[in-house]
């Protein structure tokens, strides 16, 4: 008899530190950095860039960057997954119009092909693009019209 009741206070036990951790773990939130999602699009002469990225660069050097695939002259950013956008902060943008994918090519080490832009030197270059813009919490749009 002593056995099992020595048993049942060991399982009672276990039991109860297994619901405490639950609960702690349930009531941690994230501690990364306060996010902002950015999406929208991005046109140069008034027609949609069909390929290509938006690469936000943070202005501290503190905060990672984020970039966007354009497709269809629509991005979304990210940072470590899809969509999850920016930290928030101010930003200097930087647009090319070239096919992030150009650089896959079928057998490894084979030459890439080399693709010019039509959009402006300005707009690959952080210091001389100047697109800028200010990453808030929550969701926001941010629609490029290059000339």
């Known amino acids: 008899m002593r056995r099992l009741h020595a048993g049942a206070l060991r399982l009672r036990v276990g039991l109860a530190v297994a619901l405490m951790s639950a609960l702690a773990a349930a009531g941690c939130g994230s501690s990364g950095p306060t996010m902002g999602r950015v999406s929208g699009t991005v046109t140069y002469q008034g027609k949609p860039i069909e390929k290509g990225t938006v690469t936000f660069i943070s202005t501290d050097g503190e ?17 470590t997954e899809p969509g999850d956008g920016a ?7 930087v647009i090319s119009d070239i096919d992030p994918n150009l650089a896959n090519t079928a057998l490894p080490g084979a030459p890439v092909k080399k693709t010019k832009s039509a959009l402006p030197k300005k707009y690959l270059n952080a210091d001389t693009s100047e697109l800028t813009f200010k990453v808030e919490s929550g969701s926001q749009t941010k629609d490029f019209e290059l000339q």
């Open 87 to 93: 930290v928030v902060g101010d930003y200097k943008v």
């Open 63 to 79: 905060r990672p960057n984020a970039t966007g695939d354009i497709n269809g002259g629509s991005y979304t950013l990210q940072t």
